[in-house]
């Protein structure tokens, strides 16, 4: 029973964890202007943060190694310094993007500018990091999380017309007058949103924390499978619900209360208050994992001693990144920058710095002196290269696009 | 290539230094982190023979970007003889407490960790 | 002598470049525990690129993913162990004796 209850509540986490910041910006300004006909860049990123989550987990757990250990041994230190300079910028950005997402919610709630709140999270974000478990941080924001089911309820009572969206889906662009490299750098940008790399992070970073062994790759298994494409479905329903109300309408989403205007639109005060009270512990849950992520990043890379398993006098300069990089995000963030801006160039450079960590990733998935004889079977091999190729694709595609579209404008 | 004959010398296990020891994660006996094995410091034996004596600890950037070497008296090293296994990763006999190379580590410890209250609980 | 020193340093014989020193063989005499007894260095690894050789699928048993392996094997075709008796001078370049031996650089498994 205890059992059941721990897989309930990792896949529970995993679908609560998913939605951060970027994806809910990026997929209501999808769904405003591209109506579901990017849904299938969902699709493909679900799949690809699974192979990738998975293959880090199944690494970690195996072979006690995490993943920033695992580029300096594969990479070299000068190579894996250059590699962990893109991916720490890239994740520091989504953390400012999320204490500013924190401060938006609280907004939408309590109607005073975000800007007030941004030193208050930040203090408290660095509390609950300093003195609250591991285990407690994960299931709470997870949990909470689930709350923006809200948007799959608003989609179904928004009545909307079913086959209009089918055909949204099947198609290549609206009539809405968008163009084929904005079609494209949405893609990018939404690629980048669903397969973040600090998720990847986190996530095998979080096997060692839990202690996972190769009795518990079942488990990685069921709530990567499990949680994530559950996760892709609250995602698209996201989309679905600015497709359904912004879309007709010609608003475009430039606001978080532009992303969550469709609940309220379809279950009225209530609902809206659900959603973003998901979106606060969403944005929350995020802000952790990414300030985390920055401090197992570098801990790993330092050979450091890591982890919040651990009290932070041992390990002193693992937290010390931690005060660190909130200290440097809040910063950035008092200085009124509009967090929805800062998410949008978040998840473009997700795109970018994806390949850094998913290719060692994938070499070590298949050394015995690694993971012993779970090395990754023909059929992940071959998943795992075509995403090879996407992932590289995506990677240099993603800055050009952005300046010849101008941030998709 | 791949029809070179085998070189003789296979009185023992075979192991490449960027493959299997450079850049590992140093594990001390309790399988806590000593740094990484940035480089690695071989000697001549009377009869001419190299061997490894101590391994350099360290990401070696320092060393690689400047292009010069810390003097010898200043290196954090560890004698090869206190290695234990090679694996995934490099684990030898020592206790990391007595370990001088992890100075800086105490040094955030002692000078900012425990100032701020909280820092020796243990976490929730 | 520092092993990092000699690591991507070019490898020449009778003036002509034969290619750099991608990295260096050992053999542990205690495989059980192989701090008790010296590493001694059996040769020096030798190759034309220095770039992805750390990953070196073209010396174990590493087979998969397949096309990656094939790439990097590729570029690592002409990769061969040298005795270190071979070696004649380890110095800004490493200079081989006329007549040295070129040994398989795979690794017995």
Not at chain 1, 379 to 403: C, E, G, T
Not at chain 2, 3 to 26: E, F, I, S, Y
Not at chain 3, 52 to 69: D, I, K, Q, W
Request: charged content about 15%.
């Amino acid at each position: 029973m205890k059992r059941i209850f721990g897989v309930a509540l990792g896949i529970l986490t995993a679908i609560g964890g998913f939605v951060d910041i970027g994806d809910l910006v990026t997929n209501a300004v999808v769904g405003s202007r591209f109506g579901l006909s990017l849904a299938w860049v969902v699709v493909v990123g679900v799949i690809g943060i699974s192979l990738f989550a998975h293959m880090s987990g199944k690494v970690t757990a195996l072979s006690g190694r995490a993943t920033f250990d695992i580029i300096r041994e594969r990479l070299g230190p000068r190579a894996a310094l250059a590699n962990l300079t893109g991916s720490l910028a890239m994740t520091l950005l989504t953390l400012m993007a999320e204490i500013g997402g924190v401060a938006l919610a609280l907004q939408l709630l309590t109607g005073i500018v975000p800007v007030v709140y941004i030193l208050p999270v930040a203090v408290l974000l660095w509390l609950i990091l300093w003195r609250v478990k591991f285990s407690i941080l994960e299931n709470v924001a997870g949990l909470m999380g689930l709350l923006l089911i809200a948007f799959v309820i608003a989609l179904f009572q928004l009545g909307p017309d079913w086959g209009e969206l089918g055909r949204q889906v099947a198609q290549d662009l609206p009539s809405t007058g968008e163009n084929g490299l904005t079609y494209a750098f949405y893609a990018v940008a939404l690629f980048g949103a669903a397969m973040t790399p600090y998720e990847v992070f986190f996530f095998s970073s979080g096997a060692a924390e839990d202690h996972w062994t190769s009795r518990d790759l079942w488990l990685s298994r069921v709530n990567v499978s499990v949680g994530f494409p559950l996760g892709g479905l609250l995602s698209i329903a996201i989309a679905g619900c600015a497709a359904v109300v912004m879309l007709p309408a010609g608003i475009g989403v430039s606001s978080l209360s532009q992303v969550v205007a469709p609940v309220g639109v379809a279950l009225g005060i209530a609902g809206l208050i659900v959603v973003v009270v998901g979106v606060l512990a969403a944005t929350s849950g995020a802000a952790i994992e990414t300030a985390l992520s920055c401090g197992y990043a570098i801990a790993q890379f330092a050979g450091w001693p890591w982890g919040k398993r651990l009290r932070p006098s041992q390990a002193p300069q693992f937290h010390a990144v931690l005060l660190g990089v909130i200290v440097i995000s809040c910063l950035v963030m008092l200085s009124g920058i509009d967090p929805v801006v800062v998410t949008e160039f978040s998840v473009v450079f997700s795109a970018v710095a994806l390949p850094l960590t998913y290719f060692p990733i994938l070499v070590v998935a298949n050394d015995p002196q690694y993971v012993g004889e779970h090395t990754n079977g023909p059929i992940l091999n071959f998943l795992a290269m075509i995403y090879l190729v996407i992932v590289m694709v995506a990677a240099l595609a993603a800055v050009p696009l952005m300046v010849l579209t101008k941030m998709g404008a | 290539m791949t029809d070179l004959p085998q070189h003789p010398d296979r009185n023992g296990r075979l192991v490449d230094a960027n493959l299997h020891l450079l850049d590992r994660q140093v594990l001390d006996r309790d399988d806590r982190p000593i740094l990484a094995a940035g480089d690695l410091e071989l000697e001549q034996s009377d009869e001419g023979r190299w061997h490894i004596v101590r391994v350099i600890l360290g990401s070696g950037l320092t060393a690689r970007f400047f292009g010069a070497h810390r003097p010898a008296s200043t290196r954090d090293t560890l004698d090869w003889d206190i290695i234990t296994d090679l694996g995934a990763a490099i684990s030898t006999d020592v206790d990391r407490d007595d370990v001088d190379a992890l100075w800086t580590e105490r040094w955030w410890r002692d000078h900012v960790i425990v100032k701020i209250p909280g820092g020796q609980h243990d976490p929730g | 002598m520092i092993l990092g020193d000699i690591l991507s340093r070019p490898v020449e014989c009778g003036g002509e470049r034969i290619g750099v020193v991608v990295d260096a063989r050992f053999v542990l005499r205690d495989a059980d525990r192989p701090g008790r007894a010296p590493a001694d260095l059996v040769g020096l690894l030798v190759g034309q690129h220095t770039g992805m050789a750390f990953l070196g699928y073209e010396r174990s048993s590493v087979a998969r993913p397949h096309l990656l392996n094939r790439w990097l094997a590729y570029r690592q075709r002409d990769c061969f162990l040298v005795d270190i008796d071979d070696v004649a001078h380890l110095g800004e370049v490493v200079e081989l004796r006329a007549d040295f031996d070129r040994w398989s650089p795979m690794l017995p498994e």
